[in-house]
């Protein structure tokens, strides 16, 4: 169970790396054009999502890999949760079922984690 959970940490950190980098170095016209469930939001808001999601990929690895503040990577799998369910109402008020979806494996995946690390399969 720790591999898997160690697979599901190293997908989680691939996904949100690339969002959360997107977030806050894409400009506001930009992310508009590739993900347009954005639109509503500030750039403010962009950027502190896209730096949550950073902040996140940061708590899901390296506490493991440093044996230094273990608890830190069930946060940040909470942490992402919140989000994920955030995305996904987001996703479903304007009706874009494929954005649903997506959040929804993200979510539960995350959901995994952080069960897994809170629980018996601390690090």
């Known amino acids: 169970m720790n591999v898997l959970l160690w697979n599901l940490q190293a997908v989680l950190a691939a996904v949100f790396l690339r969002a959360g980098a997107m977030k806050v170095l894409r400009s506001s016209g930009e992310l508009v054009r590739r993900l ?68 929804a494996v993200l979510l539960i995946m995350s959901v995994m984690v952080a069960w897994g690390r809170f629980g018996p399969y601390q690090l």
Request: charged residues 15%.
């Open 36 to 103: 347009p469930a954005v639109r509503d939001f500030s750039p403010a808001t962009l950027r502190l999502t896209g730096a949550a999601e950073l902040a996140a990929v940061a708590g899901l690895l390296l506490p493991g890999a440093l044996g230094v503040a273990t608890v830190l990577t069930p946060l940040a799998a909470t942490g992402l949760a919140v989000i994920m369910l955030a995305a996904a109402t987001v996703h479903a008020r304007r009706r874009e079922p494929r954005g649903v979806a997506l959040t």
